[in-house]
């Protein structure tokens, strides 16, 4: 087990450690201690998946568990914080919400599952590392929103945590759509070639094998004769 894999596993124990904080009743929102404790560990959390990616490069410890568990954590992380915000402030992450950025993340994977199966890879695309950061913003501002609408800034200013919730949410949203599609236009154009060079192949391969045809009976008796 090396340093970044054991930082990926890591991000994957503080998942139900998130979800106890946001669901148990031992800790207060009076004054905001259970808003600011899952915030801070879901940052952490977030960061973790940089940090791993890095020294694992690094490091050249790039390995066959890695490549498995980072994105399961990714995503593991990012389920878990839009189940457990339905019930924890619905107002802003009704359940369809959480439906559409789970089950974009099950098509995700479901497309690089045939497509290692295929033989190619679908690499990660920016708009999907952005919907990444969206996500994280969109999470931490729904937990904050719990308790604060507004943030005291210097007195006089405030800092608008619910219209940064809603916009981030719904941005957000559009996003995992959006990403969703791009990873589906993606996987099928490489497909589609992968699909023609195949029949391609094969039409060369029975061209190859096709059996010459025996000559008819009168010539094989004249080259007989001769």
């Known amino acids: ?8 596993l890591i991000r994957i124990f503080s998942i139900p450690l ?4 946001l669901s ?17 560990l879901f940052i952490a959390a977030a960061m973790t998946d940089g940090i791993d990616g890095y020294l694992a490069r690094k490091r050249e410890q790039i390995t066959t568990m890695g490549i498995l568990l980072d994105p399961l954590a990714d995503k593991l992380l990012i389920a878990a914080a839009f189940v457990v915000l339905v019930q924890f402030n619905p107002s802003l992450v009704p359940a ?7 089950g974009r993340e099950f098509l995700v994977s479901g497309l690089r599952s045939i497509a290692a199966s295929e033989g ?9 590392k952005f919907k990444m950061v969206v996500q994280i913003v969109s999470v931490v501002a729904v937990i904050l929103d719990h308790r604060w609408k507004e943030w005291p800034v210097y007195g006089t ?8 919730a809603l916009v981030a949410i719904w941005f957000m949203v559009f996003l995992s759509l959006a990403s969703a599609v791009d990873y589906f236009v993606a996987f099928w154009s490489k ?3 992968r699909v023609v060079k195949r029949r391609r192949r094969a039409f060369i391969l029975s061209r190859r094998r096709k059996p010459v045809p025996a000559p008819p009976q009168a010539d094989r008796d004249v080259a007989a004769s001769t």
Do not use: C
């Open 96 to 102: 369809w919400v959480a439906i559409v950025v789970i």
């Open 191 to 193: 497909i589609d070639r």
């Open 120 to 128: 190619f890879a679908i690499e990660a695309s920016d708009l999907g």
């Open 18 to 21: 998130l979800i106890w904080i």
């Open 157 to 164: 200013y405030f800092f608008p945590i619910h219209w940064i």
């Open 1 to 8: 087990m090396n340093l970044p894999n054991s930082i990926t």
């Open 24 to 40: 148990s009743p031992h800790f207060s929102s009076v004054n905001g201690e259970k808003e600011l404790l899952a915030s801070a």
